[in-house]
C-alpha cells in the first residue's frame, strides 16, 4: 500500500548486497525437484496466473466508488481500506510469481513479459488507490478518534493511520503539494547525471597485470585488484583509479551539490529543521540515534585503531596505508560444504533460536521454499521475498559450497523467519517490516551461525581466517559506514548555512574524517591526500541519510545475537513475539526497544565494541601461541 514500490526498490538494495558468480554450467532440467523451490504453491501454472491477473484488473474500477467519501462513515473508510488490502494482496501475490519465474531463468522471454505486464498493473493500480493516504491525512484528530471506536475492526489500520496523520505538520496546501509533486521531475536529475556519466562517459584508466594482461580500471576491477596481495600492484591501482576519478573533482563536486541542494528544497518545502531530520521522518526514527550513532562510534576509534596496528602486523608491513586495507588478514582457508551439511550446520547454529523457529526451517527445506543451486541464466545473487502474504516466504540462493554460501544461506532465513512471522501474526496492512529493521534478523543470524562455528573450529589457521573475516565486517559496516553517514551529514549542515559545496571542499571535509578515522594523525595510517576524492566513488551519498542503518542494523544484530546465547529462553521467545511477529504494526526504535535493544542509548552500540575487542584478544592469542 503506502509508497510500497518505493519500500521495495530499498529491501531490494539492502538485499541484494551479497553477490558472488556462481557455476552456472548445469541447466535447471539438471537439478533434482528438492533443490528447486516449487512456485506452484503461488498459482498451479500460467493458466491461474493470467486468471488471477484478469481479477484483480477487474477489481481496479472498484476504487472509484471510494474516491472522496473516506471521511463520511467509520464503515466506509473501513471498507475502502479493507478493499484496498485484499487488492494489494492479491497484486503481491501476481508480482512474486511472475518475479521468481523471471528470476529462475532470466533469458526466458514469457516469464519476462510477465513482469513488465505486472508493472504496468502496478502503475494502474497504484494511481486508482493514491487518493486514500491524502483523503486520511486530511482528516482530523477528532473524527479518526471518533471513527476508531465506532468501528473496532478499524483497529488493525491504526498505525497504518498514525503514519499517515503524522506528516500533518509537514503538509502543505493541496496547491503547494501540487508544486512540490511537480518538482518531482527534476528531482532525479544529479542522480542521473552522476550515474551515466561514472558508468558511461568517464574514461577508465588501464592498468597492466604481472603476467603483462591489460585491464580497464573501472568500478569492478577496482574493488576486484585493490584486494590484491601484490603490494604495489594495489598501490598502482590505487593511484590510478582514484587519479580518474581528480580529474573530474569539480564534476563529481556540481552532481553531489545539486543532490544536497534537492534535499535542502524539499527540507525547506515540508518545514523541517534540517535535511536529516525530513529523511528520518519517513522511517519515524529520531535524529538523535543518527547523532548517537555518530558520538559513540567517534569516541571508540582508538577500537578501529587496534585493529589498523593489528592488521599491520598481520601482514608483515612497516608501515599502513590507505591501500592496505583491503587484502585478506591471513591466507584464505577454504571450507567446503554440500548442501545438507549446509543445512545441518546452519540448524545446529540456530538452535538457540528455540523448536518453533528450527519447525519453520524444517518446512523451508521440505516443503521447498528455496531455490538452491545456480543454473544457467539463473538471477545472481541471493534473496528472500516475503511478499506473497498468505502462501510463504521464498528464498533464492547461488550455493556454491564454500562458508560464504552457508553463511548466505542463514542470512536469507533470517528473512524468511521475519517475513513468516510478521506473515502469520500480522493482518497484511502490518505485515511488511520497516527497512530500518530489515537487516537485523538476517545479520543475527550470521552472528550465531560464526559464533557455532567458531566454538567447533580448533585449527588455528581457519580460526584465523573466519576472525579476520568478522572484523573486516566491523571496519566496513559499523566505521565505515558511519564515516560516511558523518559525511553526508557534514555536507548537508553546510548546505544548510548557505555553503556551497564544491569538489575541492567536498574532498577537503572528507579526507578530514578519513583521517580521523584511520589515525592518521597518530601515524596510523598513511593517508594520501589523492585519497580525498574517494567520496565521488560512492553512490551512496545520493540515498537521503541512508547508509547509517547498515551500521544500526550490525549493533542491533549484534545486541540481539548476544543476548539470546546469554538470556536463552527468556529472549528469544521474546524475540519471536515482539520482533519477528511484529512486521510494521509500530515504529521501529520502539520494536526494538520492545526486546530490551535500546538505540538511542550507547548500550547496543557498546556491545559490537565488546564483540570486537573479544575478536581481537583471540587473534592476539593465537598470534602469540603460533609463536
Ligand atoms: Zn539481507
Known amino acids: 500500500m503506502k509508497q510500497l514500490t518505493g519500500v521495495l526498490f530499498m529491501i531490494l538494495l539492502l538485499f541484494s548486497s551479497v553477490v558472488q558468480a556462481g557455476d552456472a554450467s548445469k541447466s535447471r532440467s539438471q537439478i533434482p525437484d528438492k533443490y528447486k523451490w516449487n512456485l506452484t504453491d503461488l498459482y498451479p501454472n500460467v493458466e491461474a496466473w493470467k486468471a488471477g491477473k484478469t481479477e484483480v484488473e477487474g477489481m481496479i474500477g472498484q476504487f472509484k466508488a471510494f474516491k472522496g467519501t473516506l471521511d463520511q462513515s467509520a464503515e466506509q473508510l473501513y471498507k475502502c481500506l479493507d478493499f484496498s488490502s485484499k487488492v494489494w494482496k492479491e497484486y503481491m501475490r501476481l508480482s512474486s510469481y511472475a518475479g521468481k519465474l523471471s528470476d529462475q531463468d532470466t533469458r526466458e522471454a514469457g516469464p519476462l513479459a510477465m513482469t513488465q505486464e505486472i508493472g504496468q498493473l502496478g502503475t494502474k493500480l497504484s494511481a486508482a488507490s493514491s487518493f486514500i493516504d491524502p483523503e486520511i491525512l486530511a482528516m482530523n484528530k477528532q473524527t479518526i478518534t471518533k471513527f476508531m471506536a465506532q468501528e473496532p475492526k478499524l483497529k488493525i489500520y491504526a498505525h497504518y493511520i498514525d503514519d499517515i496523520q503524522r506528516r500533518k505538520a509537514h503538509t502543505l496546501s493541496a496547491r503547494e503539494e501540487k508544486i512540490i509533486a511537480d518538482a518531482g521531475i527534476m528531482s532525479d536529475t544529479p542522480y542521473d547525471v552522476y550515474g551515466i556519466f561514472k558508468n558511461a562517459d568517464m574514461p577508465r584508466p588501464e592498468i597492466t597485470l604481472k603476467k603483462g594482461k591489460k585491464v580497464r580500471l573501472d568500478d569492478a576491477a577496482y574493488t576486484l585488484y585493490r584486494a590484491s596481495e601484490d603490494r604495489n600492484l594495489r598501490k598502482e591501482v590505487f593511484e590510478q583509479f582514484f587519479g580518474s576519478y581528480k580529474k573530474f573533482e569539480r564534476t563529481f563536486g556540481t552532481e ?231 559525511f553526508e551529514l557534514k555536507i548537508h549542515e553546510m548546505a544548510e548555512k548557505g555553503e556551497a559545496l564544491t569538489g575541492e571542499k567536498l574532498s577537503r571535509v572528507y579526507l578530514n574524517i578519513l583521517k580521523d578515522y584511520y589515525g592518521a594523525d597518530q601515524g596510523i595510517t598513511k593517508i594520501e591526500d589523492l585519497y580525498a576524492i574517494e567520496w565521488a566513488y560512492i553512490p551512496h551519498f545520493y540515498y537521503n541519510f541512508y547508509v547509517f542503518q547498515y551500521a544500526t542494523s550490525l549493533c542491533a544484530a549484534t545486541a540481539v545475537s548476544t543476548k539470546i546465547l546469554k538470556e536463552g529462553p527468556t529472549m528469544r521467545d521474546r524475540y519471536i513475539k515482539n520482533f519477528l511477529s511484529a512486521g510494521d504494526s509500530d515504529y521501529p526504535i520502539p520494536i526494538l526497544k520492545s526486546i530490551g535493544v535500546d538505540m538511542t542509548t550507547e548500550v547496543p552500540y557498546q556491545m559490537a565494541m565488546k564483540k570486537m575487542k573479544n575478536i581481537m584478544d583471540e587473534i592476539d592469542k593465537i598470534l602469540q601461541t603460533k609463536k
Open 256 to 486: 553531489l551539490n545539486g543532490e544536497v541542494r534537492k534535499d535542502l528544497f524539499y527540507k525547506n518545502a515540508r518545514k523541517y529543521n534540517s535535511c536529516l531530520e525530513s529523511a528520518l521522518d519517513g522511517p519515524n526514527v529520531p535524529t538523535s540515534v543518527y547523532h548517537n550513532l555518530i558520538e559513540t562510534i567517534h569516541k571508540n576509534l582508538p577500537l578501529l585503531h587496534r585493529y589498523l596496528n593489528l592488521r599491520k602486523k598481520m601482514l608483515g608491513l612497516k608501515d599502513l596505508h590507505y591501500y592496505d586495507m583491503y587484502p585478506s588478514l591471513v591466507k584464505k582457508v577454504d571450507m567446503s560444504y554440500t548442501v545438507e551439511e549446509a543445512e545441518a550446520l546452519v540448524k545446529k547454529a540456530l538452535a538457540p533460536l528455540g523448536p518453533q523457529y528450527e519447525s519453520v526451517i524444517n518446512e523451508a527445506f521440505t516443503h521447498r521454499w528455496i531455490d538452491i543451486y545456480p543454473t544457467t541464466g539463473k538471477r545472481s545473487g541471493a534473496y528472500s521475498s516475503g511478499s506473497a502474504y498468505d502462501v510463504h516466504p521464498y528464498i533464492l540462493l547461488n550455493f556454491n559450497g564454500k562458508y560464504d554460501d552457508v553463511s548466505t544461506m542463514a542470512h536469507e532465513l533470517g528473512h524468511t523467519m521475519h517475513s513468516y512471522f510478521s506473515n502469520k501474526n500480522q493482518p497484511f496492512v502490518n505485515s511488511h517490516y520497516p527497512i530500518f529493521l530489515a537487516e537485523v534478523a538476517s545479520i543475527t543470524n550470521e552472528s550465531l551461525l560464526i559464533d557455532y562455528v567458531l566454538k567447533h573450529t580448533k585449527d588455528p589457521q581457519k580460526r584465523l581466517s573466519l576472525l579476520g573475516n568478522q572484523l573486516e565486517t566491523f571496519r566496513t559496516t559499523l566505521f565505515r559506514q558511519t564515516q560516511f553517514a558523518e
